[in-house]
T-cell receptor, first 114, second 111 residues
């Protein structure tokens, strides 16, 4: 089945550590996105990529980094510079050429600082 | 600045009732208006969507009403069921890769 796989489902980070969240899609979508969701809040865009080897900052990129070396993969690194990283992280993808412009989301990674 | 304004923040409806969630936007360049449904601990899933050339779209118990002149659109859930309890996000999009979300509505359907 086509879809987006995020791993791990739960992640714990110690203060001062960098952690990387995985996002893989087999939908052949060109564009991929990372969102952050805090309890009771909407979705805030962290980074997005419309093509391999290219990505742009979203609304809250500080303290995060990404790479897009393959079409299928868009990992997100939460660096120690992110002061409040505890949140639910969602990866999504879309295809500009599709008749439907809807985004497909993964099941998310819940990151907790311990 | 919030591109899409959504209300209410939370909604409690009796089973069998109608749930109504409203959204408003300002940017007339938006040309695709999807609604997403999110269950706790899961990612949002596309529920239903509309383009501005139609005023209403219905899929089962879910209906989008769209008022282009007022720049408003709403989701109606008829015969609401406890299984509909989730957070609903409206969104507006320009082009295929430029999506703006509302802040979400937490719907609770009481048996």
């Amino acid at each position: 089945d086509g879809g987006i796989t995020q791993s791990p489902k739960y992640l714990f980070r110690k203060e001062g550590q960098n952690v990387t969240l995985s996002c893989e899609q087999n939908l052949n979508h060109d564009a991929m996105y990372w969102y952050r969701q805090d309890p009771g809040q909407g979705l805030r865009l962290i980074y997005y990529s419309q093509i391999v080897n290219d990505f742009q900052k979203g609304d809250i990129a500080e303290g995060y980094s990404v790479s897009r070396e393959k079409k299928e993969s868009f990992p997100l690194t939460v660096t120690s510079a992110q002061k409040n990283p505890t949140a639910f992280y969602l990866c999504a993808s879309s295809s500009p050429g599709a008749r439907s412009w809807g985004y497909t989301f993964g099941s998310g990674t819940r990151l907790t600082v311990v | 600045q919030q591109q899409v304004k959504q209300s209410p923040q939370s909604l409690i409806v009796q089973k069998g009732g109608i749930s109504i969630i409203n959204c408003a936007y300002e940017n007339t360049a938006f040309d695709y208006f999807p609604w997403y449904q999110q269950f706790p601990g899961k990612g949002p899933a596309l529920l239903i969507a509309i383009r501005p050339d139609v005023s209403e779209k219905k899929e089962g118990r879910f209906t989008i009403s769209f008022n282009k002149s007022a720049k408003q659109f709403s989701l109606h859930i008829m015969d609401s069921q406890p299984g509909d309890s989730a957070t609903y996000f409206c969104a507006a999009q320009t082009g295929a890769n430029n999506l703006f979300f509302g802040t979400g509505t937490r719907l609770t359907v009481i048996p």
